[in-house]
């Protein structure tokens, strides 16, 4: 009888000390780890969130996992949320489709911002009168897609601030300012030039404004900062090159060789880098939740 005892006793308070199930890692709209969808079909969908994303602002998600373990998918999905942020920052217009495959279960899990559009009771309704009938034949890719299509009719009648956007420098002043900023680097240059017999060329040069331009851009840098950056590395460079000549260094082979060794050397550097910018990268606007939405299994 106490063995009895002792093994309920184990059954219930078992499933409270389990590891619950590790939330994946952010890095695309769209995340199967069932390996259900096609790439394809994961493209397409991933394709749709991104555009509805810029045009609405909104940022929607979908997660298909094999299984939330012993944790109810309710604890499961506000979990994945708090930690993935979906959505902008006190505006909380994010919105996640989650699917527990073997579970046969999922959960839409609503920011607090789209609380007002997507309510309980119309993502009860969406889950099974469109997304459930289609689960159940197996046709997981139709109803993810239908649940979707639905869910984003709502959000589109809610009133939300504008989408940002950001496309390098984007005031008028900073534009105009910009012929000023090609102007001071090619004098740079032709005084670089002089000081380290013609290393820099005006053509070298306008290579690097053009580089130096789009990466400062990505970095988030006004011209305001870049310019005198950019100052600052060619006073360092002749004060290097100075140096080096009074010690006895040969500028001159160092010059002509170093800037052919360079030239040919970034070739590698270019190319691998051309790899991560063919990639979109995706992260969380900063999103709230607090348990708004609906569960339902087929």
Request: glycine letters at 14%.
């Amino acid at each position: 009888m106490k063995r009895i005892f002792l093994s309920l006793l184990c059954l219930c308070i078992g499933p409270l000390f389990a590891d619950p199930i590790s939330i994946p890692k952010l890095e695309h709209r769209v995340t199967d780890l069932t390996g259900t969808l096609t790439s394809e079909q994961t493209d397409s969908l991933e394709s749709k969130l991104k555009a509805f994303e810029k045009r609405k602002g909104s940022q929607v998600v979908i997660v298909m996992i094999p299984t939330t373990g012993e944790e109810p998918i309710e604890d499961y999905s506000i979990r994945l949320a708090e930690q993935w942020k979906i959505g902008r920052k006190k505006i909380g217009d994010g919105f996640i489709f989650l699917i527990a495959k073997n579970d046969r279960k999922m959960r839409f899990e609503v920011g607090t911002g789209l609380e007002g559009a997507v309510t309980d009771f119309s993502s009860k309704r969406i889950q099974t009168e469109f997304v459930r009938p289609l689960f159940k034949e197996g046709k997981y890719f139709e109803g993810i897609e239908t649940g979707i299509d639905k869910v984003i009719g709502l959000i589109d009648g809610e009133t939300l601030p504008e989408p940002e956007t950001h496309t390098g420098y984007e005031s008028s002043e900073e534009e105009d300012n910009f012929g000023y900023y090609i102007g001071a680097l090619v004098v740079i240059g032709i005084l670089a030039g002089i000081f380290l017999r013609k290393m820099f060329s005006i053509l070298q040069a306008g290579a690097a404004t053009y580089a130096g331009y789009w990466f400062g851009g990505i970095l988030g840098f006004s011209l305001e900062t870049m310019l005198p950056l950019l100052v600052i590395f060619f006073v360092l460079l002749c004060i290097i090159y100075i140096a080096a000549k009074s010690s006895g260094g040969s500028g001159g082979n160092w010059s002509s060789g170093s800037w052919s060794s360079w030239s040919s050397g970034s070739s590698d550097w270019g190319s691998s880098s051309s790899s991560d910018s063919s990639s979109d990268s995706f992260s969380g606007g900063g999103g709230d939740f607090s348990g708004g939405g609906s569960s339902s299994d087929w």
